[in-house]
């Protein structure tokens, strides 16, 4: 049992302004710009990545969560989920730009899943993914616009994402 | 969960996430897109021996709004009127590949019998056998209770502190047995109000008050009041002199309402007989929940089937058949 700690509390906070300013630079600026965070940690590195993007911009940019409990096609090879709110900005999100936001990307059915939630509450110009860990192993054709660290894992390794907000600490963590 | 068969047997627990996940799905039936992926390839059989309009077609909506493909068998007309048995009519449908059996029928613990039996390996909900249980009523009755109260915030709370009031005709009642057990364990006092003659034997090992009087039980400032339906089709004694006799004691009139506290709420879970139990005062005022009941019973409704049939089934499918 050796697990290792990939990305420590600096690390985060780094990938994460990187981000922001990507998105900045990619939307062209912090208009019609909409984050919507996966539950939990999504929801919680969402809110960060406005923040972060508020500094910059000095704008106020609209953050909601959005459950994919109800759209996933493994359901029944676990015990029943109960599902998370989900919360949309009073703006909504049509014409807007999305930017999704989780904390790992592993098989890619998660965001396929997300993709199938936004289509159910309106009709964004554009979708974007940010992601902060990347581990590979995609089984779907998703690929992420922004991503804080690629970290080359083996299928069977635990990937951890650990946040002050839902955690109490800050790292990520690989291991067996 | 496997089956939900009544609320005296239902913990808080449990209780509180059908409540919370009925939350979610009251959420998504305010979208642009109301159907859901989430149960397809499963099947609903709606296994009706006893008319109903409103429980039939609520379930119905709450198993097509997640996808779910929905065979209504109606007793009336069917395989049943020519004699056919509970359990030959199961065993057709398991062949079928009922995922989930929706039963309501005449006969007390017939909902019981069907998923204990070894006839089937589906989930079995209890849509209202005899005068036994009704319990995804009293689950969308204790949820509506709680969203007029706590609107936005009742994710995760209970009904503790909360006095409702029940009046009617207990004694026929499934509804007024599956509210009493679900509103106990929820924390909520109860208090029955019926004539003598339609009080149950055994309501002293009920968690509730039973007075006679409606006035006296208004007097106490109740948070909800839940008016029963007189169930004349049930009626093969005379329970009481004159209808008009009973709506004067026990009816719900407009001056009963307009004397009724601030929030609090006049609730029925229908079909009502107006100027029976209920008048149109009391009805249409806006203290009434009776069509935020039918639209809290889609999404109670789908919670249920979603707990059923969603998640990895935790025993072997198939069983001793």
Wanted: glycine share 8%; no cysteine; net charge negative.
């Amino acid at each position: 049992m050796s697990t290792r700690t990939v990305l420590q509390e600096a690390d985060i906070a780094r990938a994460l302004t990187r981000i922001a300013h990507e998105i900045l630079e990619s939307n062209r600026g912090s208009e019609d710009l909409v984050l919507l965070g996966i539950p939990t940690r999504g929801v919680t590195l969402a809110h960060r990545l406005a923040a972060l993007i508020g500094g910059i911009a000095q704008t106020q940019t609209p953050v909601g969560s959005l459950d994919i409990t109800l759209f996933r096609d493994d359901l029944s090879k676990h015990p029943t989920r109960s599902p998370h709110p989900t919360d949309i900005p009073a703006g909504g999100i049509d014409g807007k730009t999305v930017v999704l936001v989780d904390d790992v990307l592993f098989s890619g059915r998660s965001i396929r899943a997300a993709l199938d939630a936004i289509q159910s509450i309106g009709r964004p110009a554009v979708v974007r993914l940010a992601i902060l860990v990347d581990r590979g192993h995609r089984e779907l054709p998703i690929r992420p616009d922004f991503i804080g660290k690629n970290i080359p894992s083996a299928r069977t390794e635990r990937v951890n994402v650990r946040l002050h907000e839902n955690d109490g600490a800050e790292e990520v963590t690989i291991g067996a | 969960m496997r089956h939900l068969l009544d609320t005296r047997n239902l913990d808080r627990a449990t209780a509180l996430r059908i409540l919370d996940i009925a939350e979610d799905m009251a959420d998504t039936q305010s979208r642009e897109v109301k159907k859901l992926p989430t149960l397809r390839g499963k099947t609903v059989v709606n296994l009706f021996f006893e008319d109903s309009t409103r429980t039939r077609i609520s379930f119905e909506a709450a198993a097509k709004r997640l996808s779910a493909d929905v065979i209504n068998f109606a007793a009336k007309g069917s395989s049943v009127s020519k004699g056919e048995s509970l359990k030959d009519t199961a065993q057709t449908l398991e062949a079928i590949g009922a995922d989930a059996v929706v039963i309501r029928h005449p006969a007390s613990g017939a909902p019981q019998t069907l998923a204990t039996s070894g006839w089937i390996s589906a989930g079995v909900v209890n849509a209202g056998d005899g005068t036994h249980e009704h319990p995804t009523q009293a689950l969308l009755d204790a949820f509506t209770i709680r969203k007029r109260r706590f609107g936005a915030d009742s994710r995760g709370r209970d009904l503790a502190g909360l006095h409702v009031v029940i009046v009617g005709d207990v004694l026929h009642s499934r509804v007024a047995r599956s509210n009493v057990w679900l509103l106990a364990t929820l924390g909520a006092d109860v208090t029955l109000v019926a004539p003598p003659t339609l009080v149950p034997q055994n309501v002293s090992l009920w968690p509730a008050r039973v007075v006679y009087d409606l006035d006296e039980a208004l007097e106490q400032s109740p948070d909800a009041v839940m008016m029963l339906r007189i169930q004349l089709e049930r009626m093969n004694a005379a329970y009481f002199p004159t209808e008009r006799e009973y709506s004067r004691r026990w009816g719900l009139d407009a001056l009963r309402v307009a004397a009724l506290p601030e929030g609090s709420i006049v609730m029925h879970p229908g079909p009502m007989n107006r100027g029976l139990e209920i008048s149109s005062e009391a009805a249409d005022s806006p203290r009434s929940t009776v069509l935020e009941q039918v639209t809290n019973g889609v999404s109670i409704r789908m919670a249920v089937l979603y707990l059923l049939l969603a998640g990895e089934r935790d025993d072997e499918r198939g069983g001793d058949l």
